[in-house]
């Protein structure tokens, strides 16, 4: 049996009201989970990139990330906006999710967290050449 950090693992409710957003839960003897959803997209050069879904009501850290903007479907996220940013935490990439699900419907946000901004500008460039986004035209 695994043994999971106090950082990964919380108390569960007494009440089951108790959630954690959109992230899926597993409650294991007393304590709630929760489990990030991870996602590998390919750039044009080859290489492959994990990004988390998120929860937007959650912490965001104060450092440098990719984003990208997707339709989750059953056979993986489709691209619809790819960014950077130097500070999650400003949440600049609100205005793009709102944007996206204007024209897209249910679309979410995952996240790489990337602290140099040369690595997170290639990353970007790498993405939208290979998914060509609508929303990066």
Known sequence: MVKLSPFLAKPASNNGAWSLGRAEDRVVQGWRVA?????????KSGARYRYTAFEEDRFLPPAGAN??????????????YAGETDNLANQTWRSALEKA??????AAILTRLNVTRAVREAERSDLIEQHQPPMNG
């Open 67 to 80: 984003f990208v903007i997707a339709k989750l479907t059953k056979e993986g996220p489709t691209v619809v």
């Open 35 to 43: 489990l990030s959803r991870q996602f590998e997209l390919a750039g």
């Open 101 to 106: 699900r204007a024209a897209y419907g249910e």
